[in-house]
């Protein structure tokens, strides 16, 4: 699409005009694995220093300053994001991108090659580490190499059954030998979604459960392990009308061997030490996931080392209040405990079955009581792990919020300490707020999907349809990114 704009020699010549900038010390030493990457994405720089800077630097922390947000993207990668974030802020543009996913198109085999060969060289390159653990390492690599880390996300969908979730499992133990196979500290999380490890019925069934002992606190749930409080006062529990039948023998053996899996994962991630990030998901479910992450971190968060993190979505109106309780009672048992902070990604379906079911929408009234929960429950965190174990994950694409999230972390002295303070974007998204906050001494990672495209892109539509409104917010990086590469351009010919 490009070269129809910027001829092939300008583009050639551009290239090398972006690498003359002095290097940026705050970015964690060249890996071996990145020496090794063929020149792709993020690698036409010389390697960065290794030496970490002792705080954070605000004064970095701008978006005036194009070239040196973009340095480590080449033009042509810059030309192809700036192309397909377009492309995905344009609504009827992933509405024909999901028609034709889903189509008869895709059952036509030279069509589905022709389709699936586009998507590769766009879509999916812009918003996946690779097809298979060699790539997404060498994805990884290059990134590390800029400054930044890896969140490697097995793209799975949902499992129903467990030859499902044994099949995904294998996935997600994959992705933990992958992850120890890279540099130290180049891949900072593995995720896991708890729906793909245990059956999705059980999951509703366990939440239906946790929600009425909260409504009947002498109801017994003999499967229950310890956990953090799942709800609060104002927790909705309008999915549960009635009191559900306990879980038959079969559910118990299906709970058990998801009890198992998870087990697994977390003693595999205790190995390598390298911390694993559950995934929040909507609310019908969501009680069993929190379940399933507390139980699990009071077994494997020890020595100050929080091993297993859970996920908060701040669009709740309960939001804060669960946190502060989780946060309090992991304090009071001596767990080291973390939280990703999320907005939330399922609010059309929050909306739709709350209003289903009669209920006013579990969601914030207004974005702005959103964006106020989630800089409150942020400075909560910050407070917390700056006086304390614990740790968080800021994982937006909201430019305030992070800038807020910045301030104070610099103000409460918080630096460069694994397993503390991440923030997080998604790959391929938000290019200007993770160079930003790097570039000033934060640690910044890349939620980053990989596998089969055809295993992918069933996830990654799911999740475009979900987040709509931030694709169509990507705005401000494509203004960012158009300038950085008008000054290409007038570099390249003057
Ligand atoms: C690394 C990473 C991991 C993630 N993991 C998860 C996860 O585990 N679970 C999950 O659910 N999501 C997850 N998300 C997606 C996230 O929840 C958001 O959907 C997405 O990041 C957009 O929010 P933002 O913070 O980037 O803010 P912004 O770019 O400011 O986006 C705000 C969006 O919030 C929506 N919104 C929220 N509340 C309201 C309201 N009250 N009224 C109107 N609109 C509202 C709007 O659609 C708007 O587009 C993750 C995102 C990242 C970057």
């Known amino acids: 699409m490009a070269t129809r704009v910027i001829p092939p020699r300008i583009l050639r010549n551009l290239r090398y005009n972006t690498a003359t900038k002095p290097l940026n010390s705050g970015h964690p030493s060249l890996s071996p694995a990145a020496a090794l990457s063929p020149p792709s994405l993020l690698d036409q720089k010389p390697p960065s220093s290794s030496v970490l800077p ?3 630097d605000l004064s970095a922390l701008n978006f005036h300053d194009v070239e040196k947000l973009f340095s480590y993207i080449p033009t042509s990668k810059l030309v192809r994001s700036s192309a397909v974030l377009h492309a995905t802020g344009i609504e009827p543009m992933v509405d024909l991108g999901m028609w034709v996913m889903r189509s008869k198109l895709m059952e036509m085999e030279g069509l589905r090659d022709v389709i699936n060969a586009a998507i590769r060289g766009t879509f999916y390159d812009q918003f996946c580490a690779g097809e298979d653990a060699v790539t997404a390492g060498k994805s990884i690599g290059s990134l590390n190499n800029a400054g930044l880390r890896g969140m490697l996300v097995y793209g799975v969908e949902d499992a129903h059954d467990n030859e ?10 994959h992705t933990v030998d992958v992850s120890r196979s890279l540099p130290p500290s180049s891949v900072s999380f593995v995720i896991v979604k708890i729906t793909a490890i245990c059956p999705m019925r059980l999951l509703e069934r366990m939440s239906d459960l946790l929600r009425w002992q909260q409504k009947d606190p002498s109801f017994n749930l003999p499967w229950k392990n310890d956990s ?3 709800f609060s006062e104002s927790s909705p529990l309008y999915h549960t009308r009635k009191r559900p039948e306990p879980l038959t023998a079969e559910e118990e053996s299906d709970l058990e061997l998801a009890n198992q899996r998870l087990l697994e994962l977390c003693q595999k991630c205790v190995q390598a030490n390298i911390p694993l990030l559950v995934d929040a998901e909507h609310t019908e479910v969501q009680p069993a996931i929190d379940y399933f992450t507390y ?8 020595d ?3 091993i297993v993190f859970g996920t908060m979505q701040t669009y709740l109106k309960d939001a804060k209040e669960r946190l502060v309780l989780a946060a309090k009672a992991a304090d009071k048992m ?3 405990m973390g939280f990703k902070l999320v907005r939330g990604a399922y609010m059309s379906m929050e909306r739709r079955v709350a209003s289903s079911l009669g209920y006013a929408s579990p969601i914030h009234n207004t974005i702005r009581d959103t964006h106020k929960c989630f800089n409150d ?3 909560f965190m910050l407070e917390k792990i700056a006086n304390g174990p614990g740790g968080v994950v800021l994982a937006t694409h909201n430019i305030e919020s992070g800038k807020l999230a910045a ?6 002295g918080i630096g460069r300490v694994n397993h503390k303070l991440e923030f997080a974007q998604l790959y391929g998204m938000s290019e200007a707020l993770s160079f930003g906050l790097s570039n000033a001494g934060f640690q910044v990672s890349k939620y980053m999907p990989f596998g089969p495209v055809e295993t992918v892109m069933p996830y990654l539509l799911r999740r475009a349809e979900e987040n709509r409104g931030m694709l169509a917010a990507s705005g401000f990086d494509r203004k960012l990114m158009r300038q950085e590469l008008g000054r290409r351009l007038k570099a390249a010919i003057f």
């Open 164 to 173: 499902g979730c044994d099949r995904n499992q294998k996935g997600f133990l």
């Open 377 to 379: 429950c942020s400075n």
């Open 304 to 306: 100050g080392n929080p």
């Open 334 to 336: 001596g767990i080291p």
């Open 407 to 412: 301030a104070k972390a610099h103000e409460l």
């Open 295 to 302: 139980s699990s971190a009071i077994m494997h968060n020890k």
């Open 54 to 56: 002792p705080a954070a």
């Open 228 to 230: 953090f409080p799942i």
